[in-house]
């Protein structure tokens, strides 16, 4: 059975707005700042936080577009290198010289980004089915994103964008289920919805999406395996726990050598599979991901390691 | 779209940053043109202003007014003011909109706390081409533009008549503890300037000798002392707190442009990808801004297709303004081929032998 966790409601200004978050637990410690994926919002770390130790706090964060976050201006694309810079956007409004990080695919993208820029303020990352983004292959999938983009943008100029489609409910938990491949099974489908549903004004017994439409075609940062490399070489030594889905593409053969650069002559490189695991395997198999992130959390963060 | 046939001397906004001095005070051009007169001389200028979501772009628009024009876009840092000395020089019934990229000239900065990827651009094409209603459109870049050029060719072979690359052909390959390096810089310096941005305090205050003196400096003394003043004219401002001193009044964030697109892989996809006429011009007395193996393997790709022209011209990187009369005998030539005009004509004349045949 999960433990209720108390979390206080947080808004961190940011030129363009805000961006929100939920601060669980310990308020007098340096927390850890968790990252969701694209298209998600913090909900995704629902079922994991409760099983984390007591001691330490979590300040889970939707990003720009995301849940309940400001979008970004009009005419901004949505682009991974800037997501980076929310880090220490983040750092610097509660004056952190240090960040602990856990991050789920897009949120662990950033976190290793992050890591390699500026190794000497990550203590430890947690990359939960991820390492490295994926590559842009092909020039077109820029063209689809380019106009997909310019066609939300307009969509949302010309006002349509007060009232997206909507749906009930349970159809938007099957729609999650099925397009996540029953990643985000539809009896957890909840938690990824509570932050990114509206209530229709048109239609009362139904809900849309009210994330901004326009991240859907966000620019991915690609990150080549000679660069991979050499930012590991940044990170390595560094408190590393990778967990992979084992039924997951996301941490496959690419991702070899650079953790191999990442665990070389490092102990505190930590490696699991999940089995059965799916993408979103903290969030349907959070006590087992739990198994492992805990003792890391304990080792890398024991109690009262650091202040804010 | 807005044409403004003001040419007073400052148009002034809410804060520094959006105050300028209009090109001609400067450079001595005429002043802006009047709408009126369409085929006037090279030599005039309407001011444009096209609206986009965070505000407006500004451009030059050379030539007539009612025929599609090239698009001209300057390369990091410069300006519309980039083409000024080709621009007399094109031929009479060529119109070209110069424009300011967003941060750049006139055009306003991106919105506060956001970053300046070089990607980015292709937006702005597009979005220059819907207010237009354009379907297709013709190119001219140097520099980072240059390589927009070749990348917007890449991701949009259908919406694209020509273009026209000046001394940056593809997107540069860096070694990698090179790229790390400049992230981990801009990590620490975006978030500070992107602050100094939103502080009313006027920046720093300098004689126009002075200015000339740093623009030459900061072009690597790859644009001649006397040609400064045009890309000079649309990136100061007047200082109020020193009568005749300027300050520069472009985007503090712009030193942290993100140049990264991609891979050498993707780049030479993107070069087999191109389709269009392309003219491509080399200074010889400049570099190559990566290893040249990278450079010549994208350039065997685009030498294999017949409507590829390479150019090797004498000068500097920006041969387009210390020398335009080295480039624009191929450059007219390519225009009258392949420009908006050309492109129009053989689009008419297919469509014509397309409904003979019904």
């Known amino acids: ?308 | 779209m807005d044409t403004d046939d003001n040419s007073s001397g400052t148009i002034t906004g809410s804060d520094l940053g959006q105050r300028y001095r209009h090109a001609g005070d400067l450079t001595g051009e005429a002043p802006t043109r009047p709408r009126a007169n369409i085929w006037c001389s090279k030599k005039y200028f309407a001011e444009i202003s096209i609206t986009v979501p965070w505000g407006h772009i500004s451009g030059k628009w050379y030539g007539p007014q009612n025929v599609q024009p090239i698009l001209g876009l300057h390369g990091w840092q410069d300006n519309a003011g980039t083409f000024d000395r080709l621009m007399p020089l094109l031929s009479p019934d060529v119109a070209f909109l110069a424009i300011d990229l967003p941060g750049h000239g006139l055009s306003s900065r991106l919105p506060d706390g956001c970053y300046y990827n070089s990607v980015d651009n292709l937006y702005v094409i597009r979005l220059i081409m819907k207010q237009y209603k354009w379907e297709k459109v013709s190119l001219v870049g140097h520099s980072m533009s240059s390589i927009i050029c070749f990348v917007f060719a890449a991701v949009f072979p259908d919406k694209v008549d020509m273009i026209i690359g000046i001394d940056a052909l593809k997107p540069h390959q860096r070694p990698y503890p090179s790229v790390i390096r400049t992230m981990e810089t801009r990590l620490d310096e975006f978030l500070r300037e992107d602050e100094r941005n939103r502080s009313k305090n006027e920046p720093p205050s300098y004689t126009y000798d002075e200015l000339i003196e740093r623009v030459y400096i900061g072009t690597f003394h790859s644009v001649n002392k006397e040609h400064c003043k045009h890309l000079m004219a649309r990136n100061i401002g007047k200082s109020e707190k020193y009568p005749d001193k300027y300050f520069f009044c472009r985007d503090r964030r712009l030193k942290f442009y993100n140049y990264a697109i991609g891979s050498q892989e993707l780049c030479v996809e993107m070069a087999n990808r191109i389709t269009c006429p392309y003219l491509f011009i080399k200074a010889a007395q400049s570099s190559y801004f990566e290893d040249k193996k990278y450079y010549d393997e994208v350039l065997d790709v685009l030498l294999k297709k017949p409507n590829f022209e390479y150019l090797e011209v004498n000068g500097s990187h920006h041969v387009h303004m210390n020398d335009p009369e080295a480039i624009i005998a191929p450059v007219n030539n390519f225009i009258q081929r392949f420009g908006p005009a050309a492109a129009a004509a053989s689009r008419q004349k297919a469509k014509e032998a397309k409904e003979s045949k019904l």
């Not at chain 1, 750092?91 to 190794?119: I, R, T």
């Not at chain 1, 489609?165 to 159809?171: D, E, M, Q, R, Y």
């Not at chain 1, 491949?181 to 489908?189: D, E, K, M, Y």
Request: charged share 25%.
């Open chain 1, 1 to 308: 059975m999960h433990k209720r966790l108390q979390y206080e409601e947080v808004m961190i200004p940011a030129p363009w707005g805000h961006i929100a978050g939920r601060w669980y637990g310990n308020r007098a410690d340096r927390p850890i700042l968790a990252i969701h994926g694209w298209l998600d919002n913090l909900g995704t770390f629902d079922r994991l936080i409760p099983l984390l130790p007591d001691y330490i706090g979590v300040l889970c964060i939707d990003l720009p577009g995301h849940g309940r976050s400001s979008r970004l201006p009009p005419g901004v694309p949505y682009n991974v290198y800037d997501y980076v810079f929310i880090i220490p956007r983040v750092m610097k409004e509660f004056g952190w010289s240090k960040v602990s990080l856990m991050g789920h695919s897009l949120g662990g993208v950033m976190s290793f980004m992050y890591a390699a820029m500026a190794p000497s303020t990550v203590d430890m990352i947690i990359s939960l089915d991820v390492l490295l983004p994926r590559r842009i292959e092909d020039p077109s999938k820029l063209t689809k994103d380019i106009e997909g983009y310019l066609l939300e943008e307009r969509r949302q100029a010309d006002g349509t964008e007060h009232e997206p489609p909507s749906f009930t409910l349970s159809k938007l938990r099957e729609t999650l289920a099925r397009n996540s491949n029953n990643s985000v099974p539809q009896h957890l489908a909840d938690h990824m919805l509570h932050r990114q549903v509206a209530k229709s004004n048109m239609y009362p017994e139904k809900v849309f999406f009210s994330r901004d439409g326009r991240v859907k075609f966000y620019h991915i940062f690609d990150i080549e395996n000679g660069l991979a490399l050499e930012m590991a070489r940044r990170i390595e030594k560094k408190p590393y726990l990778v967990i992979k889905g084992s039924l997951s593409p996301f941490v496959g053969p690419r991702c070899n050598e650079t953790m191999s650069i990442l665990s070389h002559d490092n102990p505190n490189f930590e490696f699991y599979e999940v089995e059965g695991g799916k993408h979103h395997v903290h969030l349907h198999a959070a006590e087992e991901c739990a198994r492992y992130i805990v003792p890391f959390i304990r080792n890398h963060r024991p109690p009262r390691s650091s202040k804010l």
